[in-house]
């Protein structure tokens, strides 16, 4: 029974905020949204990279995402910001690029967790998630597969008692 309700805040980092974090937002919501917690977290997404800020997302990511359900087509990119530590829990990277550039731009004494969206779902087996801006359909799939399976994870880590 959820009493003391606190809500938890996740921000999805990748390199453009056009393909895989947008999609992290857009799946891992719809996770806590249909699992009856989506009260119980704050979502948003950013990119390392300033080139994509205030576009929509890549449009393979809107089509291969609303196939599976998700709508991603109100999102718009924006720049990560050292402000961003002092507002999310949870700062997920998609590679460990990202998670080198969080890392530099990290305040001393951040107290929520920065680290690899992967590393929350062991079971995966990889911890990165491809970029898949250069590549085909496929790429695009695979990064919903894993984003699917590593936000039950995720959701699971931060409402213990989820399901
Ligand atoms: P994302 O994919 O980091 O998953 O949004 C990319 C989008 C754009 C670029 C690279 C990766 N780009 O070089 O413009």
Redesign the pocket.
């Known amino acids: 029974m959820p009493t003391h309700a606190t809500r938890s805040s996740v921000l999805f980092v990748?390199?453009?905020?056009?393909?895989?974090?947008p999609t992290a937002e857009a799946v891992f919501r719809a996770t806590a949204e249909r699992a009856g917690h989506g009260s119980r977290v704050h979502v948003d997404s950013a990119?390392t990279?300033e080139?994509?800020v205030g576009n929509p997302p890549?449009w393979r990511a809107i089509a291969h995402g609303r196939r599976r359900g998700y709508d991603l087509a109100p999102l718009r990119a924006r720049q990560v910001t050292r402000e961003d530590f002092a507002r999310f829990d949870w700062i997920l990277a998609?590679d460990r690029s990202n998670l080198r550039e969080l890392q530099a731009l990290e305040p001393d004494g951040y107290r929520g967790h920065l680290g690899l969206f992967l590393d929350v779902a062991p079971a995966i087996g990889r911890r990165e998630v491809p970029?898949?801006?250069d590549g085909g359909a496929d790429g695009f799939e695979l990064v919903l597969d894993l984003v699917e399976e590593a936000s039950r994870a995720l959701l699971a880590r931060i409402v213990p008692r989820a399901g």
Do not use: T, V
């Open positions: 990748c390199l453009g905020n056009i393909c895989r974090s990119g990279g080139w994509h890549d998609m970029d898949p801006y």
